[in-house]
């Protein structure tokens, strides 16, 4: 096996440098499109390998610099090569798509699979090819390492005016990650909810009742302020078979919460006494009633 400490082992040393000032330039977009840190950047950071700002290296100098770092830095043989990896990722896109010198150090140094998957999948999320990235990060030889972090990058990223949330509820669904932040289940949640109503209160149901609380006014909010309310999801969640304590959420909400504010609410409510088969209006959907149409009832 080659000597990977030896920078002219690791890094080619002609042709084409992708820490340039243009790719520099370039990648620092990416960081801005990712409020200010890259996976790389998280990567390198749970190594301990740099301080502050590492990637991208500026220049050939700026190159050298970091792989020594990386090399005198106190993590696994198979830690430094994923980095070197990643790095020589950026020299493939650079040299064009015949270029093979990432691949070239994982058959040299005979770097485990996995190790290449998750640094290829996220090399392809700090470049926002998600598609691509998906293939590599949904393997099953993966752990959940930065889920959060992914899905709320999926979820951002994702067409909100389409309501595409295909690619967050891919991840999810194939890697059933556990949350550990409080923003990637809010924003999953989120997207779950604007795709099916359904799967958000089985979802929803999977939590024990402090969270499945916030979880169904954040599903019941979603509803009522969106403009297809009227028609597919309002109804879609007025015709689910509720539990008591969703029956009191809902009822609550929509009737003296601050559900009450939306002009939905009254429809989503009619929809409910429908489908429970109440002969008469209670007295909360009687409440929201404007005042005319309470007098035209009272003198019937």
């Not at 990643?86 to 190790?115: H, M, N, R």
């Amino acid at each position: 096996m080659l000597d990977f400490s030896q920078f002219s082992n690791a890094f080619p040393t002609d042709g084409p440098n992708p820490y340039d000032q243009n790719g520099v330039r370039a990648i620092e977009t990416f960081r801005k499109g990712f409020d200010g840190t890259l996976f790389i950047d998280r990567v390198l950071r749970a190594l301990g390998i740099g301080q502050g700002k590492t990637y991208p290296p500026r220049g050939e100098n700026g190159l050298r610099s970091l792989h020594k770092q990386i090399i005198e830095s106190k993590v696994t043989l198979y830690h430094k090569l994923s980095v070197l990896y990643y790095l020589l990722l950026d020299f493939d896109c650079t040299f064009g798509t015949q270029s093979q010198l990432a691949q070239s150090l994982a058959d040299e140094a005979s770097l485990p699979q996995k190790y290449q998957i998750l640094m290829r999948g996220l090399w392809h999320m700090d470049h926002k090819e998600f598609k691509f990235a998906l293939e590599h990060l949904t393997h099953p030889s993966l752990p959940s390492e930065f889920a959060d972090e992914i899905i709320i990058a999926l979820v951002r990223h994702a067409d909100a005016d389409a309501h595409d949330y295909s690619l967050p509820l891919a991840y999810y669904y194939a890697t059933q990650p556990i949350f550990k932040t409080a923003e990637a289940l809010e924003l999953f949640f989120g997207a779950l909810a604007q795709t099916s109503v359904t799967e958000a209160l089985i979802f929803a149901r999977s939590f024990p009742q402090h969270a499945q609380h916030g979880l169904f006014e954040q599903l019941l909010a979603s509803v009522i302020a969106d403009s297809r309310s009227a028609s597919t999801r309002g109804k879609e969640l007025a015709s689910q078979p509720l539990t008591g304590n969703e029956e009191k959420w809902f009822t609550d909400s929509l009737a003296s919460g601050e559900g009450r504010k939306s002009k939905n609410a009254m429809m989503i409510l009619q929809v409910r006494q429908i489908v429970t088969g109440r002969d008469r209006k209670p007295a909360a959907l009687e409440s929201l009633l404007p005042q005319t149409a309470r007098i035209a009832n009272t003198g019937r």
